[in-house]
C-alpha cells in the first residue's frame, strides 16, 4: 500500500495576518476595545487636523508686524517668535555680546554628544568636561582675554538653564553615589545617621523652598560685608535636592544585587573602594538607569522654578518676551516654543537611556 501523498500546508486565514489580523487582535478583539477604538479615532480626528492647521498651514510664517497677526485668527503667528526668539533664548543679556553665550551652547552640547560615545568613556572625559565648563563660564563672565565683563544676574535664557541643569547632574551625581554608600554604611553610625538625616530632611522640602531659603534666607546669616552671586546659590539648591532623590535611586540599586557579589567580592581580597569601584557600582548603576534618568528629566525641568528667585531662566526669558503690548497676546506660541526646547531635551535624553540600557544589558539577557 503507497504511502498518501503529504498535503500541502493551507494558509492562515487572511484576516488574521498582515495589517488587517493586527488591527483585529489589537483594536477590535470585542466590543468594548471596538467601541474605544472608534471613540479615539473621533477624538483625534476632532483635535489633530485642527491643531495642525493651527500650527502650519494656517499660521503666519513670515516676519510681519504684529497688527497682520491680529488680522488673522485661524492660524498661529511665528512672526512674534522670529521677532522674539533673541530675548527668549538669551534673556537679559548685552545683545551685541549674545555670540558668546551661543558659542557656549554649541560647545556644551558638543561635548555632551562627544560623551555619549562609550569609547570616549575615559578618566580625561573628566578633565574634558571641567575644561569646557570652565571654558562655558569665561564666555558668560567675562573680564579675561578681551571680553566684555557681564554680571550674573544678566544671564538668562536656554545658556543659564543649560547651566544649571549641566551642573546639577555633573556635581550630583559623585554626591548620591557618596550618600547611598553611606547611608548603607553599618559599621559607621555617625555617617549613616548624618546621611540618613541629610537625604530625609532634604526630600521632605519642595525644591521651591530650597530656593526660597538659599537666595532669602541664607544671606540674613553671613557676615557683614559676605555675599554670595544668587546664582551659585540656587545652583547649590538644585544639587543639595536632586543629589538627595537620586542617592535613593542608587541605594535601590544597590539593594538589588544579590549577596553573591558582595561575597564573592570579598573573596577575591578586594578592599571596599575596589569593590564599589569595580564590582558593585557599576552593576548598580546598570539596574538603576531608567530611575536614574527620569530623576534627570525631573530636575532639568524644574529648573524653571528659579524663576521665583529672579534669575532669568528659559520660562521667565519667554514671560519677559509678553511684555510688549503688540505682541502679548501671542503668548501661547512662546509657550509652545519652549516647550519645544523642553521636550527635544527630554526626548534626546530618554532615547538615550534606552541605548545605553540595550549596549549595556548584556549580562541580562535571556
Known amino acids: ?35 474605544l477604538t472608534i471613540l479615539a479615532l473621533y477624538l483625534l480626528w476632532q483635535v489633530v487636523p485642527p491643531l495642525f492647521n493651527w500650527l502650519f498651514f494656517d499660521a503666519i510664517w513670515a516676519n510681519v508686524p504684529a497688527e497682520v497677526c491680529r488680522e488673522n485668527r485661524e492660524g498661529a503667528c511665528w ?7 533673541r530675548l527668549i533664548l538669551f534673556g537679559t543679556y548685552p545683545f551685541d555680546q549674545q555670540w558668546r553665550p551661543l558659542v557656549g551652547v554649541l560647545m556644551l552640547l558638543a561635548v555632551i554628544g562627544f560623551s ?11 578633565l574634558v568636561w571641567l575644561g569646557a565648563l570652565a571654558i562655558y563660564l569665561t564666555l558668560l563672565g567675562g573680564g579675561v582675554f578681551g571680553l566684555t565683563p557681564v554680571r550674573s544676574d544678566l544671564w538668562g535664557g536656554l545658556p543659564l538653564t543649560l547651566l544649571l541643569a549641566v551642573v546639577g547632574i555633573v556635581v550630583a551625581f559623585p554626591l548620591s553615589l557618596l550618600l547611598a554608600l553611606g547611608r548603607r554604611a553599618e559599621n ?41 552671586d544668587a546664582l ?10 536632586v543629589s538627595s532623590y537620586l542617592s535613593e535611586v542608587i541605594r535601590g540599586g544597590l539593594q538589588a544585587l544579590p549577596r553573591g557579589q558582595y561575597e564573592g567580592a570579598q573573596a577575591m581580597g578586594l578592599t571596599y573602594w575596589q569593590m564599589q569601584r569595580k564590582i558593585i ?9 531608567p530611575p536614574i534618568v527620569n530623576t534627570y528629566l ?8 528659579v524663576a521665583i528667585v529672579s534669575l532669568t531662566d528659559l520660562l521667565l526669558a519667554t514671560r519677559q518676551s509678553f511684555a510688549d503690548p503688540e505682541w502679548r497676546q501671542f503668548f501661547v506660541e512662546g509657550y509652545v516654543f519652549i516647550a519645544c526646547i523642553y521636550w527635544s531635551f527630554c526626548f534626546f535624553m530618554s532615547k538615550y537611556s534606552q541605548h545605553l540600557e540595550r ?8
Open 1 to 35: 500500500m503507497s504511502n498518501p501523498e503529504p498535503q500541502a500546508a493551507r494558509k492562515p486565514p487572511a484576516s488574521s495576518v498582515g495589517v488587517l489580523g493586527w488591527l483585529r487582535g489589537n483594536l477590535f478583539n470585542g466590543w468594548f476595545n471596538s467601541l
Open 79 to 85: 512672526a512674534f517668535i522670529r521677532e522674539r526668539y
Open 116 to 126: 555619549c560615545f562609550r569609547r570616549f568613556w575615559r578618566p580625561w572625559l573628566g
Open 188 to 228: 559607621m553610625p555617625i555617617v549613616k545617621a548624618i546621611c540618613v538625616g541629610y537625604i530625609e530632611l532634604i526630600r521632605g522640602v519642595p525644591l521651591i523652598s530650597l530656593l526660597f531659603m538659599a537666595s532669602f534666607m541664607l544671606p540674613l546669616f553671613m557676615p557683614t560685608g559676605v555675599t554670595i
Open 232 to 241: 551659585i546659590r540656587a545652583q547649590v539648591a538644585i544639587i543639595v535636592f
Open 281 to 289: 557600582l557599576p552593576q548598580a548603576i546598570k539596574i538603576s538607569i
Open 298 to 305: 525631573g530636575m532639568f525641568k524644574d529648573t524653571s522654578l
Open 359 to 366: 549596549a549595556l544589558s548584556t549580562g541580562h539577557k535571556t
